[in-house]
């Protein structure tokens, strides 16, 4: 059943109209998701990654990546469902014989309505993985992120274009956690850059209240996505 919602793409459709008149007040808007194969995630480390025994390692997460996001209907219930794709593993698909884009993809559930603040929750992801084989420069791999308390801005002021949650990630055995903080569109940026259109400012294609930084692919490099500043909704 998961593999038929992911790989057929419901996609779920009609959210109501936006109040028009004299009252200026925005109104809620049902739970609507910005779909598209790419959005700028960041990662924020909350527990150092640990390998099975408890002791240090050093593989992380990536700092920032492009995740692809989409809202489905299930046909046999009809509740709402989020799917989250990280580049990571669809990158590393064409390496891996075992899993299936299904497989690649973590699926959960999504509230119909907002709940507090405008904000719709979504749970019970289940785990998203890929099986890299071994080569002749690494030992085989799986690369796993457990998904949790994913929260999706969805008031009107800017709806379906930023989410939070918590994510587990796992790779050559060390398993770490984040809060992920991330907007659509993805903005590409470089901090080495005085143009705004280049550093997330004016022209860069993101919302302009939106409060975001540059966050460089690598810990060296200058060149990266734009991200949310500070805790979901980011606005200045």
Not at 3 to 18: C, D, E, F, Q, R
Not at 134 to 142: F, G, L, Q, R
Request: hydrophobic share 35%; proline share 7%; with cysteine.
């Amino acid at each position: 059943m998961t593999k038929n919602i992911v790989n057929t793409a419901l996609v779920l459709v009609g959210a109501g109209s936006l109040l028009t008149g004299c009252n200026f007040e925005q109104p809620e808007t049902n739970c609507f998701v910005q779909e598209s194969p790419s959005w700028a995630v960041k990662y924020d480390v909350v527990d150092s990654p640990k390998d099975a025994n408890g002791d240090e390692c050093t593989t992380t997460a990536p700092l920032v990546e492009l995740m692809g996001v989409y809202k489905y209907v299930n046909p046999e219930t009809g509740a709402a469902q989020l799917a989250l794709r990280p580049a990571t593993l669809a990158s590393r698909a064409i390496a891996d014989t075992t899993t299936t884009s299904a497989d690649q993809t973590s699926l959960g559930s999504l509230d119909t309505e907002p709940k507090d603040h405008g904000f719709c929750h979504a749970n019970d992801f289940a785990p998203a993985f890929v099986n890299v084989a071994a080569s002749d420069t690494a030992a085989a791999n799986t690369i796993r992120y457990e998904f949790s308390n994913v929260r999706v801005y969805s008031a009107a002021v800017a709806p379906g274009t930023q989410f939070t949650g918590e994510v587990k990630y796992t790779s050559n055995g060390c398993t770490s956690s984040y809060v992920m903080r991330a907007v659509w569109p993805p903005a590409p940026c470089d901090t080495a850059s005085t143009e705004p259109a280049e550093n997330c400012g004016v022209g860069s294609g993101l919302n302009p209240e939106f409060a975001v930084v540059c966050q460089p692919t690598s810990a060296t490099g200058t060149t990266g996505y734009c991200v949310p500043a500070g805790d979901i909704p980011s606005f200045k």
